[in-house]
């Protein structure tokens, strides 16, 4: 069973660049970047099939064993157009779907790593410090070592992740979306009362994912959560066989995309009988530090504050010990992404960042109880994507 990070339900295909809108906004992103290679002394970025390379160009193409790679020379580069260099069988998919006006294609039969060496060379990039995706394949990332031996190397998202952290209103849009998918599916979830008794785990995920697609969204964000009785008090446990019981607590942490932007929201339900003496305790205090940090959200505040008004509640009430993890993370294209609201992050929030507020107390052996919902930060201060019944019944 798979916890969410690194689970990746996305299937959609096709770029969406069919509109005026979706190309300026491509366009502008990559233009953007390269002036971000220049704020962090970088030559050249170097993108892989990834998020990034979506961020970039509307391209959704999963990885695999050929070379694809999107070539961003910075700003003021002496050649500083983007290339696309893909495989020949995606040459008019990536014409039709991106608006990167130079794309090169290469044979199967042909050596990739040799016309890597010759394009590189023609963009002047084969030195300097050179940025790859963050989840680049070792395979792609040898292969550039060996073709620009006295280059230097960093990560895509020292220029990338600043700009991502910020969504524009169509990002937006399509987050509020997810997130009202899965918000409606909760409620399906709530209306199951006893008759959830008895199911498994892995029923009760399948059943989410049935219900946040009848209320609009795609696929699964990541791997449903659904931690009965002691399972919940690991927090990323998945699902499994173990069959819901009366009253004891459920924790369901689950999401769906649209145009594909996750939601992730987190309730912890009670089916068909009342909870352990101690949970509805248990579950005030996590309702309160939720309330408490999503107070504290607004521009410039540092991120490790809204974690360190979580935690004190948890930490006031005695359950210090039990909150494992972080208060939240930065959801985008990425599940998990930038901004980290944790302690030691003193970034400062900035309107259009969007993350999940997600305290937690786990009993090991006992139970789990979550609460999570996704916030956006406003001018003013924040708005929650999320906003179905927070209870246990
Ligand atoms: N679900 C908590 C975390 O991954 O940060
Ligand atoms: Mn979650
Ligand atoms: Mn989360």
Redesign the pocket.
């Known amino acids: 069973m798979t916890?969410?990070?690194g689970a990746d339900g996305e299937t959609g295909t096709g770029g969406g660049a069919g509109t005026e809108t979706t190309v300026d906004v491509h366009a502008t992103r990559r233009g953007r970047a390269a002036d971000r290679l220049r704020e962090v002394d970088a030559e050249g970025l170097i993108c892989f099939p990834s998020r990034n390379l979506r961020y970039l160009t509307g391209f959704t193409a999963e990885p695999d064993e050929r070379h694809l790679f999107l070539v961003v020379p910075a700003t003021d580069h002496p050649r500083d157009d983007p290339v696309l260099f893909v495989p020949a069988l995606y040459g008019s998919q990536v014409r039709s779907e991106t608006t990167v006006a130079d794309v090169r294609t290469w044979a199967d039969g042909d050596d990739p790593a040799t016309a890597v060496r010759d394009l590189l060379a023609e963009c002047g990039l084969r030195e300097g410090r050179l940025l790859v995706d963050d989840t680049m394949w070792a395979t792609f990332t040898q292969d550039l070592r060996a073709v620009a031996p006295d280059a230097t190397w960093g990560l895509a998202s020292e220029a990338l992740a600043p700009l991502r952290a910020r969504k524009d209103e169509t990002e937006l849009a399509a987050m509020r979306a997810a997130a009202a998918a899965a918000d409606a599916a909760v409620d399906d979830l709530r209306a199951l009362g006893a008759d959830a008794v008895g199911m498994t785990e892995a029923e009760l995920a399948d059943r989410i994912v049935d219900r946040m697609e009848a209320h609009g969204g795609r696929g699964t964000a990541f791997e449903p959560i659904v931690g009965a009785g002691p399972n919940g008090a690991k927090?990323?446990h998945g699902h499994g066989d173990r069959e819901i019981a009366a009253g004891e607590p459920v924790v369901c942490?689950f999401g769906t995309r649209v145009d594909g932007y996750p939601s992730d929201q987190?309730r912890t339900l009670v089916f068909g009988g009342d909870p352990p003496a101690a949970y509805a305790e248990v579950h005030e205090v996590v309702r309160e530090a939720q309330a408490a940090a999503v107070d504290a959200v607004e521009p410039g505040v540092p991120a490790e504050a809204v974690d360190r008004a979580a935690r004190a509640v948890v930490e006031n009430a005695g359950y210090g010990d039990a909150f494992v993890?972080?208060?939240?993370?930065g959801v985008g294209l990425d599940v998990?992404e930038e901004p980290y609201i944790v302690a030691g992050n003193d970034r400062r929030l900035e309107p259009g960042m969007v993350f999940?507020v997600?305290p937690?107390i786990y009993l090991d052996g006992r139970f789990g109880c979550?609460i999570?919902d996704l916030v956006v930060v406003t001018e003013e201060g924040c708005e929650r994507l999320n906003d179905t019944d927070r209870g246990w019944r």
């Open positions: 916890g969410e990070r927090p990323h942490d987190t993890h972080r208060t939240g993370h998990h999940s997600e937690g979550r999570e």
